[in-house]
T-cell receptor
Framework: DGGITQSPKYLFRKEGQNVTLSCEQN?????MYWYRQDPGQGLRLIYY???????QKGDIAEGYSVSREKKESFPLTVTSAQKNPTAFYLC???????????FGPGTRLLVL | SQQGEEDPQALSIQEGENATMNCSYK?????LQWYRQNSGRGLVHLIL?????REKHSGRLRVTLDTSKKSSSLLITASRAADTASYFC???????????FGKGITLSVRP
């Protein structure tokens, strides 16, 4: 059953703590993306990767970091430098032709 | 960034009515797509229309694209309460694989 998974569903961060959100896909897609969605807002691109071991900053990369060591996996770390991390985080993937993006179910990050 | 802009921001209709949502953009595009998001969930792809196409249908969905006006419309016919969701347009410029998303339209279908 092909798809894209994210974990955990909910994540709580303490002040000063780094947390990592997981994203895995078995669609054999080259490109993967991380978006942030605030209540009632659209999607803002944090980072994206079009090939293993390479990634580019999106519109709001400050306070976040990513890695792409495997084609299937694109974890996002929310660092302590991100002062307002409370949001809904969505991971997606697609082919390099920029066609349909497949989304994971999302991770809701809350600050304690 | 060159965000798409949807119109209206919110739409409330009665079950059985048609819902029309519009999207405008500012750059040349390779394709334009519409997505749906139920509350607290990920986005689901609805339909893709390429820059050389003018109209496309999928079930109760009809999407049009006018590249001269840099705009697209999504029509949902015979709406159902289950169509209640947020709808986003997104476009690809062809420069890379990224999509640029609009801010979304909240559709409420009253039973």
């Amino acid at each position: 059953d092909g798809g894209i998974t994210q974990s955990p569903k909910y994540l709580f961060r303490k002040e000063g703590q780094n947390v990592t959100l997981s994203c895995e896909q078995n669609l054999n897609h080259d490109a993967m993306y991380w978006y942030r969605q605030d209540p009632g807002q659209g999607l803002r691109l944090i980072y994206y990767s079009q090939i293993v071991n390479d990634f580019q900053k999106g519109d709001i990369a400050e306070g976040y970091s990513v890695s792409r060591e495997k084609k299937e996996s694109f974890p996002l770390t929310v660092t302590s430098a991100q002062k307002n991390p409370t949001a809904f985080y969505l991971c997606a993937s697609n082919n390099l032709r920029g066609e349909t993006q497949y989304f994971g179910p999302g991770t809701r990050l809350l600050v304690l | 960034s060159q965000q798409g802009e949807e119109d209206p921001q919110a739409l409330s209709i009665q079950e059985g009515e048609n819902a029309t949502m519009n999207c405008s953009y500012k750059t040349s595009i390779n394709n334009l797509q519409w997505y749906r998001q139920n509350s607290g969930r990920g986005l689901v792809h609805l339909i893709l229309i390429r820059s050389n196409e003018r109209e496309k249908h999928s079930g109760r969905l009809r999407v049009t694209l006018d590249t001269s006006k840099k705009s697209s419309s999504l029509l949902i016919t015979a709406s159902r309460a289950a169509d209640t969701a947020s709808y986003f347009c997104a476009f690809n410029t062809g420069a890379n694989s990224k999509l640029t998303f609009g801010k979304g339209i909240t559709l409420s279908v009253r039973p």
